[in-house]
């Protein structure tokens, strides 16, 4: 079940996943994708929202998405060259302050790396339908909230972006996680992990938007 | 003051950071990095912190940070391979639900874009004040936890692990927090944002490693 990334067994195995449904959850939870295309050895990157579908004609399923086209990146995934896509999930900075023992200090982190084959989504209606199904399983867990499939500005968006369907060829998990530690210390860097998630952005992100107006 | 990475200037001006001080803001709250290499047509990544430093020699600073021995990277870092680095800050999917505009549902996030020049650092001894220097940053916040120049552990890591500087040569902050709305609907995407920033992540990392250890 494991699929290895070619040049990128590491870290060491045991920090590596090796349950696919694990990815899946990562990528379900944190859908917001890094997408990274060489082409024409040539680096591009995007951050877009990827969702995950089962698909009877690929094994471990695909992703689909959708990007500006005046995005640089468009090209390449329209040639079809292979896509590296990194999903990030929860990190943080794991002190020896929280253990008995005089460990060093380290950084854990989840993160889930993708290689896949882009397919442009040529049917405006498909495309249509992706938008539709993204929001709703965006919205699962939030307010419920129901794209129209006659929003007026959803149908004029059509013709400024190209829609992608990705199909996975193969994953690994990098979920760095204290899994060499005691049970007791994977439990309390899961606890410091978890507080530092819980930190309030609202400060930070107000003194950056109010840095940007200013400076704009 | 606004550098251009080439091919990167997406998205559009509206969502791009100018200002540098605000690129040096994410970095310091956020350093766990994705360090991307491409090394004789191959794709390397690697998840690390990297530290921002002032230095009289470059104009954007450096970042300093290590790597295993065994990271499959390293090469392409010891022939001082130009990098591509992402420091990723809070994102978070906008509901429509949240405005009365009839909007479309998108993502915001803050990310910042480095390109940079790494070089090795030789002397062990600097290996180890930067490390020393390092968790003096991370600590900053959390326990003030000091790292001992004679810790046994860490004299050992020094012969696994490879030090680096990384001169910045451009960056490009792709910041989008909902600017071209109204201020009012600024505020709420914020507020959303800061409210999903704040999910309780534990039931979800506590049930991956349970599987984790069940599958290995």
Redesign the interface.
Known sequence: MFNHIE??????R?FQ???F??II??IR?Y??A?L?S?HN?????????LIYYKDKQFPFGKLAGHI?I????LNALQKGTAV?I?F????S?I???LFKA????T?N???V?IEGKPREIKSKDTLRQSLLK??ES??AN????M?SEN?P??NK?LDYIVGFEIEITSWEG??K?S?NKPTEE?DMA??S??VE??????A??????K???R??
Chains 1, 2 share one sequence.
């Open positions: 040049g990128m067994n590491y870290p060491p045991e996943e090796t349950g449904q694990n959850k990562i939870a859908p917001l890094t990274i060489v050895n040539k680096l591009y990157t995007s951050h877009i929202p500006d005046h995005n640089p990146q590296n990194i990030h999930g929860p990190d900075y002190s020896p302050s005089d460990h060093l200090p950084w982190y989840i993160k790396h993204m929001t965006l919205e939030t307010s419920g909230y794209l929003h500005t959803m968006l990098k979920f996680l899994q994977q899961i606890q992990m978890t998630n819980k930190k309030d952005i609202s930070l992100v107000k003194s950056i938007l840095d940007f107006q400076s704009s």
